[in-house]
């Protein structure tokens, strides 16, 4: 069983960014995937980033250019760094890990970017 803890999330201003991080409590090399999701209010889930394994990575549209996903191995965290953040880009943001052997949540974190 893999845990998933998120931090960094808050509120800013448009045009600012934040940094979202994700701790896994074991190894995310493993990992099949590793993806952020969002959720905002009366709206379904939607991926924001991922990177499968072998590294390669995959952006919403609605983000490319402006978020990045990334992890550090040797920490079993990965982050998402949010620039240019617009009120759309409100929402629940959650982690989540795919192995061999399951599908991992994190608790997820709030997000809210104010006009």
């Known amino acids: 069983q893999v845990q998933l803890v998120e931090s960094g999330g808050g509120l800013v201003q448009a045009g600012g960014s934040l940094t979202l991080s994700c701790a896994a409590s074991?190894?995310?090399?493993?990992?099949?995937?590793i993806t952020w999701y969002r959720q905002a209010p009366g709206k379904q889930r939607e991926l924001v980033a991922s990177?499968?394994?072998?590294?390669?990575?995959n952006y919403a549209d609605s983000v490319k250019g402006r978020f990045t996903i990334s992890r550090d191995i040797y920490k079993n965290t990965m982050y998402l760094q949010m620039n240019s953040l617009k009120p759309e880009d409100t929402a629940v943001y959650y982690c989540?890990?795919?192995?061999?052997?399951?599908?991992?949540w994190g608790q997820g974190t709030q997000v809210t970017v104010s006009s």
């Open positions: 990177i499968i394994s072998g590294g390669a990575k």
């Open positions: 989540n890990a795919v192995s061999a052997y399951g599908v991992y």
């Open positions: 074991g190894s995310i090399f493993r990992m099949n995937a």
